[in-house]
Each structure stands twice: as structure tokens, then as C-alpha cells.
């Protein structure tokens, strides 16, 4: 199978090659970015040249870590590495696409923490609307089933017993394990619920399943709509083995 164009996108920015990224596309680019929100064809030359500069600066580099495709649509995830003063920041991402009949790409969605960019999360309103037809598959409609009721001993059986999630802030941010899976569900709920969520878009290919979506509550607190994407990764029994975050939502309750 050939590799998605979607994988070649933060390499090519990291390089500030334009015209390489222009030919990613099947028309003018189009990108929402967690930051400037949509950059459109007109603004896609500066856009390019000032994330290169700010991505040499630091001295960027990119790890690939899955991609997952269907015809329509791919999420591509990735860990981005920046050298700055206070350290090195490593960042997880994913970009998803809507991808052209030609193999192309019509247009992409970033996702990731501002959180170590920044030092503070930045509110992010949704990058698609909600599609209320949208159904979630198996262990992940199960899944979201136990979120929204707040059901911490059903979540915890969606998970393999070495199963993992990993926050959106960073890639040591991880859960691994029902243990710390429990005390991470149950300091999540401790505000009074979870997330509520609605559904955009969806890729499945079996393994993989990566979903985008707006966070429209969390609990009893006012919620602003807010974007989202997650990718889920089945083991053999068909339970979670992984679930990986893309978001800047900042929890409304005390983090312990």
C-alpha cells in the first residue's frame, strides 16, 4: 500500500518546502491549525514560512507513529520534538484529511496540546460540525456509552488488562494498566461527570480507529463546544489496548 499523503505533511512543513506541500493537495491547500484556526490558499505562503522558521529554531524533528486510512479520510499521528530553553518538549499531534478521488488531499485538521507550547491550554472551537447519524463501532460506542454516564467500572472493562491511554499533553502522559486507568477515570469524573461528546468523522480500518469530534460538556460546569480527536486501538480480543488523545481541553476540576 502506498503511504498517505498525510504522512509527508509535517515533514515538508518542518522543511518549509512549500511547492511540496502545495502538491500534497488536489487544490488551493487548505489547514486548521489549534492556533490561527483555518489558513486558506492566500495565507498558506506565510502560514508555511513562519512555521519553518519557528520549527528550526527549535530544532524540530518528527516521529511517525501510525497512520490510519480509508478512502475518504486518514489521521495521521506523529510525535514532534522542539529544543527550547526550559528543555525538550515532545509533542503528540495528528492530522486528519479529507482525501480527493486523485489520492489527494482537500484539506487538513491538526490536532495537539498548546499546553507545553504556551504553558496554558487554548480553547479550540470545533473544526467540523457534528453529524448526528454518525454511530461509534463496538468497544469504542461502548466506550463513549460509560464516559457519558459516568460509568468507571464499564470503561474499565473496555480495556485490555494492559491496556493504555494517553492524555493529550504529552507523550509521557500515559495510563498504562487497570490500576491507572482507575485513578485516572476516577480523577477525571471528580468535577461531577466527564466530557460529552458529539461525533464528526470517522476512519476505521479494524485495528485502528481514529475519531473526531466536539466536546460539548463536562460535567455540571459550562462548557464552551470545543474540538477534539482521539484514536483507538483494538487488541485481539477486541477490547482497547490503546486509546491516544488530541485535544486542548482544559478539565474543569483540580488535576491531581
Do not use: K
Not at 52 to 74: D, M, Y
Request: a negative charge; proline letters at 7%.
Amino acid at each position: 500500500m502506498a503511504t498517505h499523503p498525510i504522512t509527508r505533511y509535517v515533514p515538508l512543513l518542518i522543511a518549509g518546502d512549500e511547492g511540496g506541500l502545495r502538491d500534497l493537495f488536489s487544490g488551493a491547500p487548505r489547514v486548521n491549525d489549534p492556533y490561527l484556526g483555518w489558513v486558506e490558499d492566500a495565507r498558506f505562503a506565510e502560514f508555511v514560512e513562519t512555521s519553518h522558521a519557528t520549527l528550526r529554531e527549535r530544532a524540530a524533528t518528527v516521529e511517525h507513529v501510525h497512520t490510519t486510512a480509508n478512502a475518504a479520510r486518514a489521521t495521521e499521528e506523529c510525535v514532534v520534538r522542539m529544543v527550547r530553553p526550559a528543555g525538550t518538549v515532545t509533542l503528540p499531534v495528528a492530522l486528519a484529511g479529507d482525501t480527493s478521488s486523485d489520492a489527494h488531499l482537500e484539506s487538513v485538521r491538526v490536532y495537539h496540546s498548546m499546553r507545553a507550547l504556551l504553558g496554558y491550554s487554548l480553547p479550540r472551537p470545533p473544526t467540523m460540525p457534528p453529524l448526528s447519524t454518525l454511530v461509534l463501532p463496538d468497544v469504542i460506542g461502548r466506550y463513549h456509552d460509560c464516559l457519558a454516564r459516568r460509568d468507571l467500572a464499564g470503561i474499565l472493562e473496555q480495556f485490555a488488562p494492559d491496556g493504555e491511554l494517553r492524555e493529550s499533553v504529552g507523550a509521557e502522559a500515559v495510563h498504562r494498566g487497570l490500576g491507572e486507568l482507575r485513578r485516572f477515570f476516577t480523577v477525571l469524573f471528580s468535577g461531577g461527570g466527564g466530557p460529552g461528546f458529539e461525533h464528526c468523522a470517522i476512519v476505521d480500518e479494524g485495528a485502528s480507529c481514529s475519531v473526531e469530534s466536539v466536546v460539548t460538556a463536562w460535567g455540571r460546569s459550562p462548557f464552551p463546544p470545543q474540538a477534539a480527536a482521539a484514536v483507538y486501538e483494538r487488541a485481539d480480543t477486541g477490547l482497547l489496548s490503546g486509546v491516544r488523545m488530541y485535544d486542548d481541553v482544559e478539565l474543569p476540576l483540580a488535576r491531581n
